[in-house]
């Protein structure tokens, strides 16, 4: 069974310039969750779906993050325009739906650094 | 708000030693906790979690961890470390998200 994938592993982009993370889940996972990880620093929540529906976006930063899981797949995560204090690794998760003892299944996350 | 402590940033022990990771966490409510590890160039990987019952839990490649309620902890170890063991440690804690702490960096030295 493949794992949470995201999509690209590294991106180094420059000041001003946009990106576009992807990530898909593990097939039939209704949960998808958006996490960032600054350099040293905890990993912080960014956003919670559920199917294509924002749950919680409570962490993401600023109106520069955008994130959409159309069709309650796949999710894209669009920094426009980066700043320097956007890099970081960028983590997303997959569940089911159940309880919080539920596992959720992370990808290798996407490294950016914003120059 | 909640919030979750590992006090231990960096951590260099020597294979056959043994390890204890501290965790605290801060929230009010029923708790599910989790201990994740990730290895060089990996993914996060579930090493065990906490949600009722025993409170002292086993997990993958040898690790335990034990819920204290009282002490708000949920402290992970491991009686003897093998090199293996060298990555980064993150405690969490969940409610329908996860609330991670700064992790710690394990180094195992054959």
């Known amino acids: 069974e493949a794992g949470v994938t995201q999509f690209p592993s590294h991106s180094v982009i420059e000041k001003g310039q946009t990106v576009t993370l992807r990530c898909d889940p593990i097939s039939g996972h209704d949960n998808l969750y958006w996490y960032r990880r600054v350099m040293g620093k905890e990993i912080k929540f960014l956003l919670h779906?559920?199917?294509?529906?924002?749950?919680?976006e409570s962490g993401m930063p600023n109106n520069r993050f955008l994130a959409e899981r159309t069709g309650g797949t796949y999710s894209t995560l669009k920094v426009q325009p980066a700043e320097l204090e956007d890099s970081g690794v960028y983590f997303c998760?997959?569940?089911?739906?159940?309880?919080?003892?539920?596992?959720?299944?992370f990808g290798q996350g996407t490294r950016l650094t914003v120059v | 708000a909640q919030s979750v402590s590992q006090h231990n940033h960096h951590v260099i022990l020597s294979e056959a030693a043994s390890l204890e990771l501290g965790c605290n966490y801060s929230?009010?409510?029923?708790?599910?906790l989790f201990w994740y590890v990730q290895y060089p160039g990996q993914h996060l990987q579930l090493l065990l979690k906490y949600f009722s019952g025993d409170p002292l839990v086993k997990g993958i490649k040898g690790f335990e961890a034990e819920f204290i309620k009282s002490k708000f902890s949920f402290n992970l170890r491991k009686p003897s470390v093998q090199w293996s063991d060298t990555a980064e440690y993150f405690c969490?804690?969940?409610?329908?998200?996860?609330?991670f702490g700064t992790g710690t960096r394990l180094k195992v030295l054959a």
């Open positions: 998760a997959s569940s089911q739906v159940g309880g919080a003892g539920t596992e959720a299944f």
């Open positions: 779906f559920v199917k294509e529906s924002k749950q919680d």
């Open positions: 969490a804690v969940r409610t329908y998200k996860y609330i």
């Open positions: 929230y009010g409510g029923t708790v599910n």
